[in-house]
């Protein structure tokens, strides 16, 4: 089975952020990034459906050419090949235009059987990034599933979560699917993988790789434009303060869910 | 080109017998959006809903008192929730009306049918916004949450129509019942089913999955509580509380817990409980936007400056895992007698 796994490098949630005023951004470039959590659950999924069935996973990411090293990760955890879809004329671009440019990457090194995705990214979070590549690919899609199992060479079971009800459905392949936290849990790579995994080649793919003009990408291209950034204030209370020894806090706590009605009860049940 | 487009149209969920709550908040916010559009351009701004699915007539009846149009499509293949075929039902509704402004509500399958219907009308969509706003040329401003510092970000989607959006519940208060009397148009959609796409299984997630949003009493895990073992002392207390419990995302990150549905906020669950308690939560937009509607908010935080603490009817300054292990003590010594 040729698998590929779009994964997105995501700021690292340990560093500080810093804004670009024109393109109203976050300024990716020279940022520490680490591999967006589900897109790991992703290539879990990929890799497992590799030890099943044979075949290939390729990692495909739309980032700056800094983000190469985290990709590595991505080989470490057994991913055959990576390729980074980068070029300076893709900033700014919006979902919309990511997932065109990521289904130009992917029909330019071959239609696979399945694409797999996350479910959502941490720093721009939409999760409109699957749906949109099946679209442009012209391929069936699924979100949120949290199994899969492959039927046979052209089917792919997968069941997907949704606010109150598990939906099941069968797709033909080939499909783009997205996963959730739930369907697995990464294998973490050993540091001897990590270290190999460094001398092993990112293949770089650009605008002009893909056919790509920069009127077709990029902030210009993209249907929807940043406006202003604003401070989001907290609505503010005028709430009592309390501080004193670790017993005090603990009753006043018990004692004002009391005072609203929802003292414990034997059974531990409430009011 | 933004002539030949008008109006709001609301794609509404169906519940049972009903509609999702929040199917009647986004009509409460095409309402308003309408009203300022009217005003700004002096013309008529129809809002219309779309309603796919449900066998019986309740759901569309009840959104004819929000809407002055509601497109009722009740084929047997939109029973069941189906992304290409619904996505399918949508975009030809928005491509016969053609609405200039386009809403869903920001849940995994409204997410998941705005960015298959923007994909196919190659037009914007913002996701989960917190605010919608007409600007001075009469275009729809959308605020999302942005990354980072409590940042708000504007989108617009100046020379595309429709403008698309998910919006995220628990914002407005939804209209109990609207006063409009709509037309009910039963609409004979062409679905073209490829079969690439079929339906197997339907299985409910149980109470369990509706707990957090119907709970009375939240208790609610951040990053401060540091550890997995206070985590399982936190879901002790709200077991002995009757609570039901809810995290920030670090929480699911650090594998304390694996359970998604628990997590509270934009990409998470919208709550409205009568209490919330929050243990080691700095209160980030991207959670607090899930607990607008709680009533009472209680939060345990060591450090005086964290923004839960700002939004607190009850604000303890101290340390969370300690606090929560001497409320199990205090609770447990109280009751012998179970
Ligand atoms: C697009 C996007 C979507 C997101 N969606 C969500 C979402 O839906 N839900 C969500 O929760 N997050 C979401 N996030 C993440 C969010 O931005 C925050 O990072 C997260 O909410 C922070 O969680 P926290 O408060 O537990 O952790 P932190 O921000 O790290 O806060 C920990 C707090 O604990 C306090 N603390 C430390 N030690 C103690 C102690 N001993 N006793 C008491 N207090 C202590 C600290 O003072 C601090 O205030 C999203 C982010 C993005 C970019
Ligand atoms: N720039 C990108 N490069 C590769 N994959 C991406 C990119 N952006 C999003 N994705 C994929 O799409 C999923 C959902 O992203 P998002 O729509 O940003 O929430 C992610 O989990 C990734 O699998």
Redesign the interface.
């Known amino acids: 089975m040729n698998i590929y796994v779009v994964v997105k490098p995501v700021?690292d949630?340990k560093t500080k952020?810093t804004?670009d005023p024109e393109q109203?951004t976050?300024i990716r470039a020279g940022l520490a990034t680490v591999i967006n959590?589900p897109d790991k659950n992703a290539l879990e999924t990929g890799l497992r459906l590799r030890e099943q069935s044979g075949g290939r996973v390729t990692v495909f990411s739309l980032a700056p050419p800094s983000a190469g090293e985290s990709l590595k990760e991505t080989l470490a955890m057994g991913a055959d090949e990576v390729y980074l879809v980068s070029d300076p004329v893709f900033a700014g671009s919006?979902?919309?235009i990511t997932?065109l440019i990521l289904a130009r990457a992917i029909s330019a090194i071959g239609v696979p059987d399945l694409v797999l995705a996350g479910d959502?990214t941490?720093?721009?979070?939409?999760?409109?990034?699957p749906?949109?590549l099946?679209?442009?690919l012209g391929l069936?899609?699924?979100?949120?599933a949290c199994e899969i199992v492959l039927r046979d060479q052209k089917n792919l079971?997968v069941?997907?979560?949704?606010?109150?009800?598990?939906?099941?459905?069968?797709?033909?392949l080939p499909?783009v699917v997205s996963v959730?936290?739930?369907i697995n849990r990464p294998r973490l790579a050993t540091l001897l993988e990590m270290v190999r995994s460094r001398s092993k080649p990112v293949t770089l793919l650009d605008a002009a790789a893909l056919n790509l003009s920069p009127e077709q990408t990029g902030l210009n291209a993209?249907?929807?434009?940043?406006?202003?950034?604003?401070?989001?204030r907290?609505?503010?209370?005028e709430?009592?303060?309390?501080?004193?020894t670790?017993?005090e806090?603990?009753?006043?706590?018990?004692n004002?869910?009391q005072s609203?009605g929802?003292g414990?009860?034997?059974?531990?049940?409430?009011g | 080109m933004e002539e030949a487009y008008s109006g709001i149209m609301v794609y509404a969920e169906a519940a049972g017998s009903g509609l999702k709550c929040s199917a009647r908040e986004l009509m409460g916010h095409a309402g308003i959006l309408a009203a300022k559009i009217q005003e700004l351009e002096n013309k008529q701004v129809p809002v219309s809903a779309v309603i796919l699915g449900p066998q019986n007539l309740e759901p569309a009846k009840t959104l004819t008192g929000f809407a002055g149009r509601v497109y009722w499509c009740d084929r047997k293949e939109l029973t069941?929730?189906h992304?290409?075929l619904y996505a399918g039902a949508i975009t030809g509704l928005v491509e016969k009306y053609r609405p200039e402004i386009v809403m869903f509500a920001a849940?995994?399958?409204g997410?998941?049918l705005?960015?298959?219907c923007?994909?196919?009308l190659?037009?914007?969509?913002?996701?989960?916004a917190v605010e919608l706003e007409i600007n001075r040329d009469g275009h729809l401003?959308q605020?999302v949450?942005?990354?980072?510092?409590?940042?708000?970000?504007?989108?617009?989607?100046?020379?595309?129509r429709p403008q698309m959006v998910t919006v995220q519940s628990g914002i407005l208060e939804p209209p109990v019942s609207g006063t409009a009397a709509g037309e009910l148009i039963r609409e004979e959609i062409d679905l073209r089913d490829?079969?690439?796409?079929?339906?197997?299984?339907?299985?409910?997630?149980g109470n369990e999955?509706?707990r957090l949003e119907e709970a009375?009493?939240v208790l609610a895990g951040g990053y401060g509580l540091k550890n997995k073992k206070n985590w399982l002392q936190l879901e002790e207390l709200a077991?002995?509380?009757?609570?039901a419990t809810g995290c920030t995302?670090?929480v699911?990150?650090e594998h304390w817990v694996?359970?998604?549905d628990l997590m509270i906020g934009?990409?998470g669950k919208t709550i409205h409980p009568?209490?919330y308690?929050g243990i080691g939560i700095s209160?980030s937009?991207h959670h607090?936007a899930g607990i607008q509607k709680a009533g009472?908010?209680?939060a345990?935080n060591n450090d005086?400056q964290a923004?839960?603490?700002?939004?607190?009817?009850?604000?303890?300054?101290?340390?969370g895992p300690?606090?929560v292990a001497?409320?199990i003590?205090?609770?447990k010594g109280?009751?012998t007698?179970?």
């Open positions: 700021p949630p952020l804004y109203k976050v959590p919006d979902t919309l997932a959502r941490t720093d721009s979070g939409t999760s409109h990034v749906a949109q099946g679209e442009w069936p899609h699924l979100a949120n079971a069941k997907t979560s949704l606010d109150e009800v598990f939906i099941s459905y069968r797709v033909t499909a959730t936290r739930r993209s249907p929807t434009k940043p406006g202003r950034l604003l401070p989001a907290p609505v503010v209370k709430g009592t303060i309390m501080s004193g670790v017993g806090m603990a009753q006043e706590i018990l004002r869910l609203l929802y414990p009860k034997a059974g531990g049940g409430l | 069941v929730y992304p290409g849940g995994p399958a997410s998941e705005a960015a298959t923007a994909a196919r190659k037009t914007g969509l913002a996701a989960h401003v605020l949450v942005s990354y980072g510092e409590n940042i708000m970000g504007e989108i617009l989607c100046p020379a595309h490829d079969g690439r796409l079929t339906i197997t299984a339907i299985e409910g997630k999955a509706c009375e009493v077991d002995l509380l009757g609570a995302r670090p699911l990150d694996d359970d998604e934009i990409s009568r209490v308690l209160g937009s607090t009472w908010i209680i345990v005086v923004r839960l603490l700002q939004m607190a009817d009850l604000r303890i300054v101290g340390d300690a606090i001497e409320m003590k205090i609770i109280g009751n007698s179970t």
